[in-house]
């Protein structure tokens, strides 16, 4: 069995586990079997995993209140809690129109962070995050003051910003105020932006990276097909509407010709987010203990050759926001 690889996050010099664990289907998305997927999260730490992502957007607290039950079963193992606030319009992505106010108020913030301290069951989150984010608030005292005070009174060790869907710019002025210490990402085979601008920005400021939707929301794991539907009120039906299920599915036929033999596509998949120095852990979506076992496996240490990392880039594939894509 292989050992789990742990790297540094950042300038918080935390070692955490390379593959971390995305908390948001198992609270938020259909078919989730609540045994399995706590029996997914044991596993995990068993198998080293030390780093948990979730949000208090995850089925309302839902997923915050499984990783504190988590957190509470291993008091003699450092396991670190990130979360999230969602904007108090609870509207995904933040955009241009949107003022602090409407986003981010102080007393918000606040209150978000207790509630999600509650859901929690702990004194103190390692990471808070604000789900959605617009830099044009970058220089904004309100919420950096805030930040600054939930720090000092110990409630928050850190702070980090997930950025929107295809915007991976969208934080550096943030990232300048020097009170961000993390940011979340989508980088993956498809969503390669982040390589540009973000990633030397990061390793030059020791910001931490977590790379997050390391599947494109499934499509890199191979199982979808143009039939591909979910139970309504399932958020994969918004995401892969016709106009974006059909190239993406051309685009994952094209990926599986530079599939080496012997390796599958979800193994593809994290071994290419792993490759990049800038990231500190990649976090994918798992609810089923043979997921955790195959995603965990790929910390073995070896990288991905050059020849094939040069064949992978060409899969880039540039995005835009869209109506369907928050
Ligand atoms: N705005 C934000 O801040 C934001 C947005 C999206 C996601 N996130 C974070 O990022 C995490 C990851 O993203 P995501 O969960 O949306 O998508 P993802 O990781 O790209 O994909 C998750 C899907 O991949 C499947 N899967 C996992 N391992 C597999 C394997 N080895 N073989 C086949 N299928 C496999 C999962 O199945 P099972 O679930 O059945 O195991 C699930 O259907 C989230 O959980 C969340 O923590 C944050």
């Known amino acids: 069995m292989n050992l789990m690889q742990y790297r540094t996050f950042g300038r918080l010099g935390w070692q955490v586990s390379e593959v971390g664990y995305g908390m948001w289907g198992l609270a938020g998305w259909t078919g989730s079997d609540d045994a399995e997927s706590r029996a997914a999260l044991h596993k995990s730490v ?28 291993y008091p003699d193992k450092k ?10 319009n609870f509207k995904w992505p933040a ?57 000092d009174e110990g409630l928050v060790k850190a702070w980090g910003i997930s950025v929107n869907r295809w915007e ?8 300048k105020t020097g009170l961000i210490d993390a940011v979340q990402v989508i980088y993956n085979i498809f969503d390669q932006n982040p390589e540009d601008e973000l990633f030397p920005f990061a390793l030059e400021n020791k910001i931490a990276i977590i790379a997050r939707v390391p599947f494109d929301e499934g499509s890199l794991t191979g199982t979808l097909t143009l039939d591909s539907k979910w139970p309504e009120g399932d958020w994969r039906n918004r995401y892969f509407t016709k106009e974006n299920l059909v190239p993406t ?3 994952v036929e ?70 369907w894509s928050d």
């Open 254 to 323: 094209k990926l599986r010709r530079d599939l080496p033999a012997g390796m599958t596509l979800p193994e593809l998949a994290l071994r290419f987010c792993l490759h990049h120095p800038a990231v500190s852990t990649v976090i994918p979506g798992m609810r089923k203990r043979s997921h955790v076992a195959s995603n965990v496996a790929v910390s073995d240490g070896k990288p991905l050759p050059a020849e094939l990392l040069q064949k992978l880039s060409a899969h880039r594939w540039v995005r835009m926001p869209s109506s």
């Open 79 to 88: 396991l670190y809690t990130a979360s999230k606030i969602p904007a108090r």
């Open 168 to 175: 991976p710019t969208n934080c550096i002025e943030a990232l």
């Open 46 to 73: 068993e198998l080293g995993v030390n780093f948990f992502d979730t949000a208090w957007a995850y089925g309302d607290g839902r997923s915050e209140k499984i990783l504190g039950e988590l957190v509470r079963a």
């Open 249 to 251: 599915l051309e685009r």
């Open 95 to 151: 955009k241009e129109s949107y003022l602090l106010e409407d986003c981010y108020p102080a007393d918000h913030i606040r209150k978000f962070t207790e509630a999600s301290l509650e859901n929690l069951g702990l004194d103190s989150l390692d990471l808070m995050q604000f789900h959605v984010w617009n830099d044009k608030w970058a220089t904004d005292q309100r919420w950096q003051k805030e930040c600054q005070k939930l720090k």
